[in-house]
């Protein structure tokens, strides 16, 4: 099992719809986890991170974290066509080394 | 957090010679981090390098091809020997630091280095 796995997509949503990432991490004792975009030929940026249960939300990103289920997800409300990237979860472990997914590939087309 | 620049933002070599990419961080950190990103792929860790000591490498990486030196806090250098075509790829460096809002660290990327391998 990877350390941490998203499904690789692509995802395509149409404008103004919520695009929704997923992805599932190994390693129970991991405490907490980031969101990062990255657009074709750029370096990764983080937009999001929770360390809590629940539910995080900055303007139109929710970040969603179950740690009981082992899974974290992102959700992006009102998409735009700027919001189309890869998006790579990223998980500190136990250990306090960071792992991060394969990414997913989301495109919103106008 | 950091602002962090990496030289050459990009490069043409031949094979069998060696590339350096620096990268320059504008604050003191304590771990720093080379990737390497292959085309339509994730991140795949190479290195952890910290200051004053081996850098750390991961499995399927050495130190004869990926030489790595952290003379100092702010401050990095990767080198990739004896190039091949497969060495052909984005290196991205990356620190460890915080930002606000965050209890705990996370990792901040510099821009890349795209390098090709003829």
């Known amino acids: 099992q990877k350390e941490v796995e998203q499904n690789s997509g692509p995802l395509s949503v149409p404008e103004g719809a919520i695009a929704s990432l997923n992805c599932t991490y190994s390693?129970?004792?991991?405490?907490?986890f980031f969101w990062y975009r990255q657009y074709s030929g750029k370096s990764p940026e983080l937009i999001m991170f929770?360390?809590?249960?629940g539910d995080k939300e900055d303007g139109r990103f929710t970040a969603q974290l179950n740690k009981a289920s082992q899974y974290v997800s992102l959700l992006i409300r009102d998409s735009q066509p700027s919001d189309s990237a890869t998006y790579l979860c990223?998980?500190?472990?136990?250990?306090?080394?960071?792992?991060f997914g394969a990414g997913t590939r989301l495109t919103v087309k106008p | 957090s950091a602002v962090i620049s990496q030289k050459p933002s990009r490069d043409i070599c031949q094979r069998g010679t060696s590339l350096t990419i620096q990268c320059q961080v504008d604050?003191?950190?304590?771990?720093m981090f080379w990737y390497r990103q292959q085309p339509g792929q994730s991140l795949t860790l190479i290195a952890t390098?910290?200051?004053?000591?081996?850098?750390?490498?991961e499995s399927g990486f050495v130190i004869d091809k990926f030489p790595i030196s952290r003379p100092n806090l702010t401050f990095s250098t990767l080198t990739v020997s004896n190039l091949s075509p497969e060495d052909s790829s984005i290196y991205l460096c990356?620190?460890?630091?915080?930002?606000?809002?965050?209890?705990?660290?996370?990792?901040?990327f510099g821009p890349g280095t795209r390098l090709l391998v003829l």
């Open positions: 604050s003191q950190v304590t771990m």
């Open positions: 990223a998980v500190n472990m136990i250990n306090n080394d960071m792992r």
């Open positions: 929770i360390y809590s249960n």
């Open positions: 390098a910290n200051q004053g000591s081996e850098a750390t490498y």
């Open positions: 990356s620190v460890e630091a915080t930002s606000g809002g965050l209890y705990q660290e996370t990792q901040y």
């Open positions: 390693d129970r004792g991991s405490q907490s």
